[in-house]
């Protein structure tokens, strides 16, 4: 079944300590994406990953961190997590980043910093 | 700054009627429109696509696209109690760009 996988679903944690949420997509996609939800903000781009080693930032990268070794996985880093960034993270992908493409969602992460 | 604007609603709708959703950008070169549902804690979902001028229609939806008006809609018709969500407008040219949704309720 093509999906994309995140992992956790739910975490709460405490100020300060460094976590990963992960996201994996089986689909051979080339572009994937971190957003941000947050009430009557909508969705918001953190960063994104046209393919393997190619990262950049989206509209609120700060305080966040991205890698994308292989071309499946697309974890999201929180080097020192704070209460702002409580909120709905869900990862996104698609078979390529320019063109036509619509994106595919993960489940999403709901994330509560204290 | 590029935006897409849609009415947070809620916009009510009986069970059976037509509801109608739109949405307004800003960058006159957008070349994707999405429209996506999501349901409270959901992720979102693609409902329809649309890249050409005019209407497509997939089922009891249909996407009309206006690119000299800057503005896309959704139609969604014989509305049922679950078509009940928020419903996200994305527009692509370099990067996509999401509206911040709006909510749809259907009476019963």
């Known amino acids: 079944e093509a999906q994309v996988t995140q992992n956790p679903r739910y975490l709460i944690t405490v100020t300060g300590k460094k976590l990963t949420v992960t996201c994996s997509q089986n689909?051979?996609?080339?572009?994937m994406s971190w957003y941000r939800q947050d009430p009557g903000l909508g969705l918001r781009q953190i960063y994104y990953s046209m393919n393997v080693e190619v990262t950049d930032k989206g509209d609120v990268p700060e305080g966040y961190k991205v890698s994308r070794k292989e071309k499946r996985n697309f974890p999201l880093i929180l080097e020192s997590p704070s209460p702002n960034q409580t909120s709905l993270y869900f990862c996104?992908?698609?078979?390529?980043?320019?063109?036509?493409?619509?994106?595919?969602f993960g489940d999403g992460t709901r994330l509560s910093i204290l | 700054q590029k935006e897409v604007e849609q009415n947070s609603g809620p916009l009510s709708v009986p069970e059976g009627a037509i509801a109608s959703l739109n949405c307004t950008y800003s960058?006159?070169?957008?070349?994707?429109f999405f429209w996506y549902r999501q349901y409270s804690g959901k992720s979102p979902e693609l409902i329809m696509f649309i890249y050409s001028n005019g209407d497509k229609e997939d089922g009891r939806f249909t996407a009309q696209l206006n690119k000299a008006s800057q503005y896309v809609s959704l139609l969604i018709r014989d509305s049922q109690p679950s078509d009940s969500a928020t419903y996200l407008c994305a527009v692509k040219d370099d990067k996509i760009i999401f509206g911040k949704g709006t909510r749809l309720h259907i009476l019963p």
């Open positions: 996104a992908s698609s078979f390529q980043g320019g063109g036509n493409q619509p994106q595919h």
């Open positions: 960058d006159r070169g957008s070349q994707s």
């Open positions: 689909m051979n996609h080339e572009y």
